[in-house]
């Protein structure tokens, strides 16, 4: 397996979009749940948002649920993240992974972790 590799951060004003992207080798995400991950200066790593393997089952934190948007391409093994009407405190460094085990909505479940993209959210 490859370490996914994240794109599409970057600054950008309150209520501005964003659309991030998480490309990964076959056998990497190949029949697994993948999910987003953001991490704070000074704070805990917090999951965002996932999608199971076909795509239909999806799942969003609270705190996002109705300005993000996760999807993902099988043939290109790439998931992405859209995010609309961003907030200051969207600003974090995303990751994103593979499920492993157990609780998907916990980022401890998670494996195969990429670098990550920084999103800054100017107010």
């Known amino acids: 397996q490859v370490q996914p590799v994240e794109s599409g951060g970057g600054l950008v004003q309150a209520g501005g979009s964003l659309r991030l992207s998480c490309a990964a080798s076959g056998r990497t995400f190949g029949g697994y749940t993948v999910g987003w991950s953001r991490q704070a200066p000074g704070k805990e790593r917090e999951f965002v948002a996932a999608?199971?393997?076909?795509?239909?089952?999806?799942y969003y934190a609270d705190s996002v649920k109705g300005r993000f948007t996760i999807s993902r391409d099988n043939a290109r093994n790439t998931v992405y993240l859209q995010m609309n009407s961003l907030k200051p405190e969207d600003t974090a460094v995303y990751h994103c992974?593979?499920?492993?085990?157990?609780?998907?909505?916990?980022?401890?479940?998670?494996?195969?972790w990429g670098q990550g993209t920084q999103v800054t959210v100017s107010s």
């Open positions: 999608i199971g393997w076909t795509g239909i089952t999806t």
């Open positions: 992974a593979r499920q492993s085990a157990g609780n998907l909505y916990d980022p401890n479940n998670y494996d195969y």
